[in-house]
T-cell receptor, first 114, second 114 residues
Framework: AQSVAQPEDQVNVAEGNPLTVKCTYSVSGNPYLFWYVQYPNRGLQFLLKYITGDNLVKGSYGFEAEFNKSQTSFHLKKPSALVSDSALYFCAVRDEGRDDKIIFGKGTRLHILP | DVKVTQSSRYLVKRTGEKVFLECVQDMDHENMFWYRQDPGLGLRLIYFSYDVKMKEKGDIPEGYSVSREKKERFSLILESASTNQTSMYLC?????????????FGQGTRLTVV
């Protein structure tokens, strides 16, 4: 079965510094990978996805993520963090070779310090 | 704009009650999902439906059932609510087949069972 791991419960970054939120995955076929963000008392908002093609994908709010097949990773990055980026971030995976289920990680809380 | 609507933002129910959580999407999506979100556990898939009247168990189906009589509506049913089902419940939908991509989420229903 597919699975996704987010090894950090919380990440603290100073405003203006680059940020990285880590994600690794496990699937039997080709992965479809996603990042979502959740602000307090809100549903999940889609940020970006990797389906195929270029390993570096760009998404909303200046975020990007790099697909690394050999390391089975899909880390979320941003060159310069904003205080407003503080939120809960979820990585998710779908296994192309199986059904349409999308499985989520446990989430990483990102704190951007002013 | 894509829209997934959950019927209630907040619900309080008594132990033993039968509880219905309703979700409607207006995007003609084949797939619909019910997740529960708990601190430290992330999003866990309860049930998944890939077509009308079709359903598959997710990772934590015990104590829940679902109904999908129409393509746009996916209901989650707690047959006899218990306090350990107090949680945030999130509904989502996505396209199916080769076009399957990201899931779109509703705002969530915070259920408290007393």
């Amino acid at each position: 079965a597919q699975s996704v791991a987010q090894p950090e419960d919380q990440v603290n970054v100073a405003e203006g510094n680059p940020l990285t939120v880590k994600c690794t995955y496990s699937v039997s076929g080709n992965p479809y990978l996603f990042w979502y963000v959740q602000y307090p008392n809100r549903g999940l908002q889609f940020l970006l996805k990797y389906i195929t093609g270029d390993n570096l994908v760009k998404g909303s709010y200046g975020f990007e993520a790099e697909f690394n097949k050999s390391q089975t990773s899909f880390h979320l990055k941003k060159p310069s963090a904003l205080v407003s980026d503080s939120a809960l971030y979820f990585c998710a995976v779908r296994d192309e070779g199986r059904d349409d289920k999308i499985i989520f990680g446990k989430g990483t809380r990102l704190h951007i310090l002013p | 704009d894509v829209k997934v609507t959950q019927s209630s933002r907040y619900l309080v129910k008594r132990t033993g009650e039968k509880v219905f959580l309703e979700c409607v999407q207006d995007m003609d999506h084949e797939n619909m999902f019910w997740y529960r979100q708990d601190p430290g556990l992330g999003l866990r898939l309860i049930y998944f439906s890939y077509d009308v009247k079709m359903k598959e168990k997710g990772d934590i189906p015990e104590g829940y059932s679902v109904s999908r009589e129409k393509k746009e509506r996916f209901s989650l049913i707690l047959e006899s609510a218990s306090t350990n089902q107090t949680s945030m419940y999130l509904c989502a939908s996505s396209l199916g087949g080769v076009l399957n991509t990201e899931a779109f989420f509703g705002q969530g229903t915070r259920l408290t069972v007393v």
